[in-house]
């Protein structure tokens, strides 16, 4: 069917534009299967088949210095559309994420205030800490992670994702202080931080115990 449909193009290049310009539409309707469907073996064959036949069809109109660009970007429509989609996949319970991110690395940028770092080292350290915990926001709100009881952990309630959202401005501006390997700028910014944790734990920590 598209190889009938294209044979016109090769008329004029008016023809050949409006040809090209429904063969992107007809490009989209078929491609948008490959960038819903979830990345099964069969999928990712029929998308690359499906990318192959494309190139080959298109690559007359390649050589219309009107059409080129048109050209170019149905294929890398259709690379898009094959392209893998990736899905992260949640390992440890939340507590446990808890317990071997955010807790170690909390109290490495907390302890500052008691005990300064003296070495490029010990500076290295806190920077690891801060990215730790800029990163944390991802590692709690990946879908399907379960709690230590068993349930869901509640990514789809808007507090929650709030206040994991908030991790990640605290650990950048944790980070950028590290960087300065500054005593006063680390300091400063464990009260975002402080803040950012004691507002989750509130609602989803201490309220759960009583």
């Given amino acids: 069917m598209l190889s009938y449909a294209l044979q016109p193009f090769l008329r004029n290049t008016r023809k050949a534009e409006r040809g090209a310009k429904q063969f992107l539409v007809r490009l989209v309707v078929r491609a948008a299967p490959f960038a819903l469907l979830r990345n099964t073996r069969k999928t990712e064959r029929g998308a690359k088949q499906f990318l192959v036949r494309l190139v080959v069809r298109a690559a007359p109109f390649a050589l219309r210095p009107k059409l080129r660009p048109l050209i170019l970007l ?12 990736y899905t992260p996949k949640p390992y440890g319970n939340l507590k446990q994420v808890m317990r071997s991110v955010a807790l170690p690395s909390s109290n490495i940028i ?11 080292l010990e500076w290295q350290t806190v920077v690891n800490a801060s990215v730790a915990i800029e990163e944390l926001e991802n590692l ?10 068993g349930q869901q952990t509640p990514v789809q309630n808007a507090d929650f994702a709030k206040f994991a959202a908030a991790l990640a401005p605290a650990g950048r501006d944790c980070l ?15 009260d975002s ?12 920590r201490d309220l759960a115990q009583k």
């Fill in 110 to 120: 907390l302890g500052i205030q008691q005990k300064p770092p003296k070495t490029d």
């Fill in 140 to 149: 709690i709100m990946i879908p399907g992670r379960i709690m230590s009881n």
């Fill in 176 to 190: 950028k202080a590290s960087l300065q390997k500054s005593q006063d700028a680390v300091t400063n910014c464990t």
């Fill in 193 to 204: 931080l402080s803040q950012a944790c004691d507002n989750c734990h509130k609602v989803y």
């Fill in 74 to 85: 149905l294929l890398a429509g259709a690379a898009i559309a094959q392209a893998p989609i």
